[in-house]
């Protein structure tokens, strides 16, 4: 299949903001074409990530940079909402529709839990079935009980992350905070804590996808897009499939295994081919799970590798530099993109104190609502 490049990338920060979604929206996409050194005018078709906004908010958005006629086209698919949109933004450059396309995610999201009625059925809502922490305890309190994870390894994650973010301008908090404040935090669902748990937030960001072809007739230095795959899960023990399905002991692949698989595959890599890598860290203990779902290490050995450095900037295998959702929070429309940006940002080596040195290969992680999980490759 023909090549497809990341030529220019932009970002609204993650945070809250007396701002309509028009304006972060339209925000991210011009800082995106401006890096890329293209105007709007020469786009040929877009595509916006979002959940929570309504109906045409990509092209309410973009109608802030002026009017075309290209088709605009809203994609959700829950916390793998901007992978969808990439996927399908590739495909149209792929199939010769298109050389030069944006592609966006926006969200202004409500403050507190997320909406169960987007996510749960009226009668897990009833019986209070409904908030996405008790799901991601019985994750991490199964995992404590076969593998031996602590609460301490989990604390680490945060840490690590927390950490990075200092360091990321982009982030909604932008501060250290120590081991003991972490397993001191008020507890949300026991074993998670406050300072464990992303919130959900505002925010945007871009990329511009091009054509082998237009590369070369701008004379533009590209990121390669090596694989996107995305995936709705046939059945997992994972709160993100319905829980009438769920088992706490069932064996068979969840959505990040099944995903990576055809990610890898799509990229002709291995996961030990991978220089850094952004992924879903709802809550920490998720982290160290996908770790092992993406082959980082063993099953149940998650916690170890965090334990021993091995995910921190200059360990083997740096996980969300950027300070992750945990620091960032979620827009959930932008929060794939996000780390798009983020890793277009490390394998360009603009990323400062949190860059990791040398890296020629990046992979970017979303897994929620439904099951959807979407994995991105790229490559220098």
């Known amino acids: 299949m023909s090549n497809v490049y990341i030529i220019g990338s932009g970002y609204h920060s993650f945070g809250r903001f007396d701002k309509s979604y028009q304006q972060i929206g339209s925000e991210a996409a011009a800082a995106a074409l401006s890096d890329a050194g293209v105007e709007w005018r020469d786009i040929q078709a877009a595509y916006m990530a979002r959940m929570y906004l309504p109906a045409t908010s990509g ?79 019985m994750r991490a309190m199964r995992h404590m009980h076969e593998y031996g994870t602590t609460h301490e390894q989990i604390a680490m994650v945060a840490h690590k ?138 099953v149940g050995e998650g916690g170890r590798l965090v334990q021993d450095g091995q995910t921190r900037i200059g360990g083997a295998t740096p996980v969300n530099m950027s300070g992750g959702l945990i620091s960032k929070g979620e827009p959930v429309g932008a929060s794939h993109l996000g780390q798009i940006v983020e890793l277009v940002a490390q394998l360009r080596g603009t990323c400062g104190p949190r860059q990791v040195e040398g890296a020629k290969t990046a992979l970017g992680h979303v897994l929620g609502a439904g099951g959807n999980c979407a994995i991105t490759i790229l490559q220098k």
């Open 161 to 298: 992350n927390h950490l990075n973010s200092v360091h990321n301008p982009m982030a909604m908090y932008q501060k250290e905070f120590s081991m003991e404040q972490i397993l001191n935090s008020p507890l949300v669902c026991d074993p998670i804590r406050l300072l464990e748990i992303c919130a959900p937030n505002d925010g945007a960001a871009a990329v511009i996808l091009a054509s082998e072809r237009k590369v070369r007739e701008l004379g533009a230095k590209g990121i390669r897009v090596a694989a996107v795959a995305h995936t709705i899960s046939r059945y997992s023990s994972d709160f993100r499939c319905p829980a009438e399905t769920m088992s706490a002991t069932m064996d068979n692949l969840g959505p990040s295994e099944v995903t990576a698989a055809r990610a890898y595959e799509a990229a002709g890599i291995g996961v030990d081919e991978i220089d850094c890598f952004e992924v879903q860290d709802t809550d920490a203990f998720c982290e160290i799970e996908i770790y092992e779902e993406l082959g980082l290490c063993g």
């Open 59 to 137: 092209a309410r958005i973009l109608r802030c940079l002026g009017a075309t006629d290209i088709s605009v086209i809203d994609i959700e698919a829950a916390c793998a909402s901007g992978g969808a949109a990439l996927l399908q933004g590739m495909m149209a450059i792929r199939a010769g529709d298109a050389d030069l396309v944006l592609v966006a995610g926006t969200e202004k999201m409500p403050r507190g839990f997320m909406d169960p009625s987007m996510i749960y059925s009226p009668w897990q809502i009833e019986l209070g079935m409904s908030m996405n922490p008790a799901y991601w305890s």
